[in-house]
Nanobody, 116 residues
């Protein structure tokens, strides 16, 4: 079982920055992909940003140019740098870790609220 610990959520004004972190208990060498999904109450969880073992990143169109995902394999940690935040970015953000053995593990979620 891979444990994920998320941090960095909070309340920020529109246009402001926020940085999320997610540390996995599993070695980065066993990581196939990591990333972030988000869910607004009443809606499905949707992918926001992913990064795979080769460092290839993928973003949902609505965050391109504003969000940047990066990783630190030595620390098995993934980061989500968010700038130019909008009220519609308000959601619970969930980190995931997809292992080399094709299992997917999820963090507990961290709330991001964009409000003036």
């Amino acid at each position: 079982q891979v444990q994920l610990v998320e941090s960095g959520g909070g309340v920020v004004q529109p246009g402001g920055p926020l940085r999320l972190s997610c540390a996995a208990s599993e070695s980065g060498a066993n990581m196939l992909a990591m990333g972030w999904h988000r869910r607004v109450p009443g809606n499905q969880r949707v992918s926001v940003a992913t990064i795979n073992y080769a460092g290839i990143t993928n973003y949902v169109d609505s965050v391109k140019g504003r969000f940047t995902i990066s990783r630190d394999n030595d620390k098995s940690t993934v980061y989500l740098e968010m700038i130019g935040l909008k009220p519609e970015d308000t959601a619970v953000y969930y980190c995931f870790f997809q292992s080399a053995w094709r299992s997917t593990y999820w963090g507990q979620g961290t709330q991001v609220t964009v409000s003036s």
